[in-house]
Structures are given as C-alpha cells and as structure tokens.
C-alpha cells in the first residue's frame, strides 16, 4: 500500500508541486533505507518506476572542493528552467569515517534553485562510500525521472580523482577547476580527468583574461595526451563565473548538443545498457554484503577473527577466506 501511495504521488501531473516533491522525498528515504524490512518494498517501488525513467539528461558534476560546484549548479539549473525544464539536484557531500555525521549544506549554497517550483534539491550523505556519490544515488535518478525531472545534476563530493563513480551513472560529466590553482598540467594524469566530457573553468569573473587564456590553453594542451573518451571524443574546455553568467548559457548549450548527438547515433542508449550492467554486480555485492552481515554464524565468528587479526595471530586475507566459508556451510566443515 505504502509503495502504491508513492508511485501514484510521484506520478501524477495534477498533484501540486510541494505535495509531489514530498513524496518523491519519501521514496527517497526508502530507497535509502537499510533496514531489511524497506529493502523489498524500496526495491518493489523501483521496478514499478523504471518505465518512465530514463527520459531525461543526467549530468555529473565535480571537481576539488571551493571549485564552486553548488554555485554553478545553482546557475546551470536556473538556466534549464528558464528554457522549459524540471531539474533535480542530487547533492552528495561526505560523510565522517569517525562520526558518520555530515554537514548537507549545499542546499544553502542554492539559493535560487531552493525557491523554485520546478527544482527539486536532495543532499546526502555518502554513507562512507567511495567513488564520489552516495549507495543509492542511481536509484535515486530513476524515482526522480518517474517524478518527472528531466535534468539531473549529480553533485559529488570532491575529493579527486577517485570520484568515477559518477560517470557510471550519468550521460555526460562536467569537470569544474579554477583557473591558475596548478591544476591544469594535472590533465595528464589518469582518473577523472579522462572521466569528463566538458571541463569548466570556474570563477572566471575574478581572473585577468592572459591568465584565463594561458589556464585553457595549458589544459587543451594536457587533455591532447589522454586517449579519447568512449564516444570518440576528449574533453572541451569552457570558461564560465556562475556570479556574472559569463559563459553559463554556453555551457547549458554544450550540454544539450552532446545529449542530442549521443542520442542520435546510439551512443547513449550502449552507455546506459553498460551502465546498467556494472550496477548489477554493485548490487550483488552489496547484496552479499548485507547477507554476511547478517548471518548468525558469521556474526559468531566475525568476532572472533577479529581478535585474531588484531593480535597477528591470523592475516586478514585468511580470516575473510574463513568467513566465507561459515557464510557458504552454515558453519558445517568443508568437503
């Protein structure tokens, strides 16, 4: 019942804005849920969005912290509204190894776009995953597609070049990097350099025009040593300041010309398929994960191993390699 409430709210055009937006924050926190009870029913809700899903252009976007991520969203997402579409911000900020707490406060650095009726903003946590996003930022897209948002804009955590995950589950990515902050030779190196569609160099309202130039050329320059991306293409580098505008409608432009190139030549529907594919293997193994975790028998010995590699008495590898085994006999010897 819960899950047919939610899949009718999320859905129906007729329902106002805010009542829609808060169901779609419900589903979310369902999805996002681990309590094994929500699994099934979040799962459930998930199958029976899927086919209004994937009508929109989903956009990763990250770059180091103080780039300017969530204020250049802010103005990419207000140009997108302004030509006619409904943008969902999913913002993923870190989470303490120590704590587990975060701060979520790219919400407040979204001022416009938290004003607005065609906007929908979620901050999460990342729960202490790694690649950048959060466990359940791709199931997230869909529920936000089946809510009718057709501009997604994935926010990560900006942490480097671990951030790859992102571009497993959007169509394009855009690289934010300051002008003269000794980023730009940094093209040469593998990781998310060779992840990006677009790069952007930020805060162009505060740099000289020489230093701006020298920042594109020095990159265009790196960027001719990477291999092309999986389109056949390498990254463009574009100069914006979401404080004046200069270069945001540009951007905006970019954006939707390669969507509709990818479209076209069958480029997108191949990357969503793989795409689709390397989320499998994610969820079985988180699948298994929770599976071991809450075995009666590998919770009896999980301790006990532990003290054991605490001490060196034994390694981790073999200590995992008899957790498995408890997981896959229920304890009994192995034949």
């Avoid at 479209?263 to 994610?282: A, F, K, N, T, V």
Wanted: proline share 4%.
């Amino acid at each position: 019942m819960q899950r047919d409430t939610l899949l009718l709210q999320l859905t129906d055009p007729t329902l106002p804005g805010p009542q829609r937006r808060m169901a779609l924050g419900r589903a979310i926190t369902l999805v996002e849920s681990e309590r094994p009870g929500d699994r099934s029913l979040a799962n459930n809700l998930i199958e029976h969005c899927l086919p209004l899903s994937g009508r929109s252009l989903r956009i990763g976007i990250t770059g180091i912290p103080g780039v300017g991520k969530s204020t250049l969203i802010d103005a990419l997402g207000m140009e997108l509204i302004d030509r006619g579409h409904r943008v969902a911000v999913l913002a993923v900020d870190p989470s303490s190894a120590r704590s587990g707490g975060s701060i979520l406060g790219d919400k407040t650095r979204m001022e416009r776009l938290s004003l607005s009726d065609a906007a929908f903003i979620r901050p999460t946590a990342t729960g202490g995953d790694l690649g950048g996003v959060a466990r359940r930022t791709r199931e997230t897209i869909a529920l936000c597609e089946a809510a009718g948002f057709d501009r997604i804009l994935v926010e990560t955590v900006g942490v480097g070049q671990s951030e790859l995950e992102v571009d497993r589950m959007t169509d394009l990515t855009l690289l934010l990097m300051i002008a003269g902050a000794g980023d730009e030779l940094q093209g040469i190196k593998r990781g998310i350099m060779e992840a990006a569609d677009l790069i952007a160099l930020t805060k162009g309202d505060t740099d000289t025009d020489n230093k701006g130039r020298a920042a594109v050329n020095d990159l265009r320059n790196a960027i001719g040593l990477l291999p092309p991306r999986p389109s056949g293409r390498q990254p463009e580098v574009l100069v914006t300041s979401a404080v004046t505008g200069q270069g945001i409608a540009g951007l905006c432009d970019r954006l939707e010309q390669l969507h509709t190139s990818d479209s076209g030549s069958g480029y997108l529907h191949q990357r969503r398929q793989e795409q689709d594919l390397h989320w499998l293997r994610r969820s079985v193994q988180d699948s298994l994960m929770r599976a071991l975790q809450n075995d009666h028998g590998v919770q009896a010995a999980w301790a006990r191993l532990e003290l054991d590699v605490r001490e060196g008495r034994r390694s981790p590898a073999s200590a995992a390699e008899e957790l498995i085994a408890v997981f896959r006999t229920g304890g009994a010897p192995l034949p």
